[in-house]
């Protein structure tokens, strides 16, 4: 039974990792994990002034993480 258990979850991990697409309006294929990658880019933008500075240096963290928000402009 827990074999069994472990074997769905590992799957269904395997195959969320191929194409993701998150509600919040990112998507990424091949991705790191949406949430570890939010979390690792809030704190690195923290230090950042609130607005525009911040906001920019999050998209950049999460493109580098694989994750896209459609229609947003890509950092040079």
Do not use: K, N, Y
Not at 32 to 52: K, S, V
């Amino acid at each position: 039974m827990l074999r069994t258990t472990l074997l769905a979850i590992l799957a269904a991990a395997l195959a969320g990792g191929c194409a993701t697409a998150d509600t919040r309006g990112w998507s990424g294929s091949g991705a790191t994990p949406f949430d570890q990658a939010q979390a690792t880019c809030t704190a690195e933008a923290a230090p950042r002034p609130a607005g525009t500075a911040r906001e920019a240096a999050f998209e950049a963290c999460m493109a580098g993480h694989g994750w896209h928000r459609p229609g947003a402009v890509p950092a040079p």
